[in-house]
């Protein structure tokens, strides 16, 4: 992959800081370097980056880190927080006129999925708001769009007003608008044809389209692949238009889709839908605070370090923190763990929701099945109390019938007893490294989990 | 001042019109991009971090991509240590320079890999809503135009309307289209087009395919598929392949041609929608961490604005406002 998420590119500069009680104005300094990076290789704005940095730092420097966390957690919390409230807080929905029909108009560059996205719309509509949608093929100038709505109205079962392409796109509405009136249909979806923002005479036309339909909503479909220049696009269309807001679509690539934050900068409006694959069902409503973990490539820290929050036990945590440090740590503790951690999630997105977990030796790449967690709890329930107390008792008869009891083989009942030893090698080798730095602040620091 | 004679040079010997058709296409590009430098060298006096630091930003404003800019800033930075620049002014047509080696990094081939008196065979490739139809109703114009003969194969049996979109081009440019029925097998209809190309003796057979996000597994597999076909059939084949690049697109696009190379070895890119506005960038980017040249580029909505790329005429229609500054100052 071109792009280091945030939590990787944070490594380097987090090494230096570990372990401080206290962000101070450097650390931030340095951070907000990698924050920046990280938002402008998953296409966010620069213009919209620059503004967006000065305001975290502002509130990062001299915060208090919280006990749970690290300094670097604290910082990606805040970084996280700040792009949520950015995106808009909550889901926004579709506007309903008080005098139906409710007219949509769909507006956007070429290629941006107008088309494909206005039948997915109006089988939403139908679906899941119980509507009866008229769709309107309102784009003269691609070869064949106007069909393409129309096989789209005809795999739906639904109606689409065409008139050919010899008719203007505003006669085309003006009749599309009579039509739903008099077929009492209470929504009106008008495809227009992509175009150019620097395009005066085809912005001009949807003007008149507008004026035309006064429409409630005008959405812009916007490619969520969009590079810098979704800023000029969005600030145009809403300028020459008044969009009401966006639809980001093909999402169900791996794009980072920091023109979203782009558009909702510029435009203040929200962005309401989300199209996540080629069939008519996939269009998703828009999550705010799941968009802003995507483009910062970090997995869901914030869910994570929520959930550390909640579910860590701190006492139970300081004991463990004490057993690893002296190195008797016990098969029951290993199953506490393995409930605890398992409380939070699969654990693939947990170790993917840790920053730094890629970075320690052997964790890479680790593949974690959940059913393998469940053979390895069956395993360590299998042992008697002195075994789990004392793993070193496991000679080869207890195993085999370690192995028997739990109902997996001995090959499995050895990896395990060889994997605990080699997680507790390397959590005296971390806490080694811990006390190493000196003072520990906060009893749990980057260590929430032993597990890993 | 010699690198920008140089280029000078170079188009006195091609056409006029293409140079215009370039000019005007990139104006947006232009305006935005020079005009950002032209304000940097304004607001700085002095070249510092901090003078960097913008011209990074101004770098990433036009989707050049954080590596390449990054690998551009450190290469200015020791030029500019080593020539002793100081002063602003200085450096801009160093920066100038330093963008125009990127892209003519050789004088190597950007025109399509057509055979003599035999059946030459592309295949167009790339995510949803790039242009590739548009491409290649555009690109079978300009072979007719060429007296060549045509052959398209309507590859793009999924989206509504794609198959119809391709006919209508067929009609407007009076070429053959193989299709199938909606939703068949896309190799199926490759195998079609290929027999039909050859019994029909056609120059050129273009290929359309169905956009996919490069992220789909068996949709890149049904391509490698569609691939192998046309091998089967023309040992060589396809002579090219093409991925269609939204110039809109941003640091997607280096995924995109990453994952489309590696599944159909793609040979060119066609750079579409460059008439808009802040674009370009994406072209230092490729050919600097993938080194796929450009072939091709859109430049407007008409049938004669699909163009083959040349990077000189690409970095003057960039620079063509530093260009006549340049003069100026050299007349004075």
Request: charged share 30%.
């Amino acid at each position: 992959m071109a792009f280091e998420g945030l939590a990787e590119r944070l490594q380097g500069t987090l090494k230096k800081i570990r372990g401080k009680g206290k962000v101070n104005e450097q650390d931030v300094k340095e951070m907000m370097r990698e924050v920046r990076l990280a938002l402008l290789e998953a296409d966010v704005n620069f213009k919209v980056v620059k503004k967006f940095i000065a305001d975290v730092k502002e509130r990062a420097i001299g915060e208090e880190v919280l006990d749970s966390l690290t300094p670097g957690q604290q910082v990606i919390k805040v970084v996280n927080e700040e792009l949520t409230k950015l995106m808009g807080g909550e889901q926004s929905k579709i506007a309903v006129s008080q005098k139906p029909p409710t007219v949509i108009m769909m507006v956007g560059l070429q290629g941006a999925g107008k088309t494909t996205t206005t039948g997915k719309l109006a089988n939403h509509l139908r679906k899941k708001h119980n509507r009866n949608p008229l769709m309107v093929a309102a784009d003269i100038y691609r070869p064949a769009a106007i069909k393409q709505l129309e096989t789209l109205g005809k795999q739906l079962s639904m109606p689409v007003f065409s008139l050919g392409d010899q008719v203007s796109p505003v006669d085309i509405a003006k009749q599309a608008m009579a039509k739903a009136k008099e077929d009492h249909h209470d929504y009106v979806l008008i495809d227009t044809a992509g175009r150019l923002h620097v395009d005066n005479e085809l912005m001009d036309e949807l003007v008149q389209i507008k004026e035309a339909t006064s429409p409630d909503e005008i959405l812009l479909v916007v490619d969520a692949m969009t590079g810098q220049d979704a800023v000029n696009v969005a600030e145009s269309f809403n300028e020459q238009l008044g969009i009401t807001g966006a639809i980001l679509t093909k999402l169900d690539g791996d794009t980072r889709g920091g023109a979203a934050i782009s558009v909702k900068a510029v435009t203040d409006t929200p962005i309401k839908f989300a199209g996540v694959g080629e069939k008519i069902d996939a269009l998703e409503p828009f999550h705010p605070e799941r968009m802003a973990s995507r483009i910062l490539g970090m997995g869901d820290v914030l869910t994570l370090i929520e959930k550390a929050q909640t579910n860590v036990d701190e006492e139970r945590a300081k004991e463990l923190e004490r057993k690893m440090r002296t190195n008797d740590l016990t098969f029951d503790d290993f199953l506490e763990q393995l409930a605890q951690v398992r409380s939070m999630g699969p654990l693939d997105e947990l170790l993917d929701m840790m920053p730094g977990a890629g970075k320690m030796k052997g964790l890479k790449n680790i593949q974690v099945d959940e059913k393998q967690i469940g053979h390895i709890e069956a395993i360590v329930k299998s042992m008697t109390k002195a075994e789990r107390e004392t793993p070193s008792l496991l000679n080869a008869s207890r195993r085999k019938r370690i192995a028997k009891g739990s109902g997996t083989s001995i090959q499995e009942v050895n990896r395990l007893i060889k994997q605990f030893d080699e997680m507790k090698k390397m959590m005296k080798q971390m806490s080694g490294m811990q006390k190493g730095k000196g003072k520990k602040k906060g009893g749990l620091g980057g260590m929430n989990f032993p597990f890993m | 001042m010699s690198f920008f004679k140089k280029l000078k040079e170079k188009f006195t010997d091609q056409t006029d019109t293409v140079t215009e058709k370039f000019r005007d296409g990139l104006s947006k590009t232009r305006d935005s991009f020079v005009g950002a430098m032209n304000d940097l060298v304004k607001d700085y006096r002095k070249v510092d971090e901090e003078f960097f630091e913008e011209l990074e930003e101004i770098l990433i404003s036009a989707d050049v991509g954080v590596n390449t800019v990054m690998d551009l800033i450190d290469d200015l930075k020791d030029e500019a240590r080593t020539r002793n620049i100081s002063d602003a002014k200085e450096i801009q047509p160093v920066i100038s320079e330093k963008l125009a080696e990127l892209l003519q990094k050789t004088d190597e081939e950007t025109k399509l890999n057509m055979q003599e008196n035999e059946l030459t065979v592309i295949l167009f490739v790339g995510v949803n809503g790039v242009g590739k139809t548009t491409t290649i109703g555009k690109l079978a114009h300009k072979f007719k135009g060429e007296g060549k003969r045509v052959v398209m194969a309507a590859g793009d049996t999924f989206r509504a309307g794609a198959i119809e979109q391709l006919e209508v081009w067929g009609e407007r440019v009076g070429v053959d289209v193989i299709k199938q029925q909606a939703g068949s097998d896309p190799a199926a209809v490759m195998y079609d087009a290929i027999r039909s190309a050859k019994s029909k003796k056609a120059d050129v057979l273009l290929c359309d395919t169905a956009g996919r996000l490069q992220n789909k597994v068996n949709l890149m597999n049904e391509l490698e598929k569609v691939k192998r076909v046309l091998t089967r059939e023309v040992p060589d084949a396809p002579h090219e392949v093409l991925l269609v690049l939204d110039a809109t697109t941003g640091q997607n696009a280096m995924s995109q041609a990453k994952t489309f190379g590696k599944s159909t070895d793609v040979s060119g890119i066609v750079l579409t929608k460059l008439d808009g506005t802040a674009k370009g960038g994406i072209v230092l980017a490729i050919r600097h961490e993938l080194d796929i040249p450009v072939k091709l580029v859109g430049l407007g909505e008409g049938m004669d604005d699909l163009q083959e790329f040349e990077a000189d005429q690409y970095v003057h229609g960039l620079f063509a406002d530093v260009l006549e500054e340049v003069e100026e100052a050299a007349e004075e």
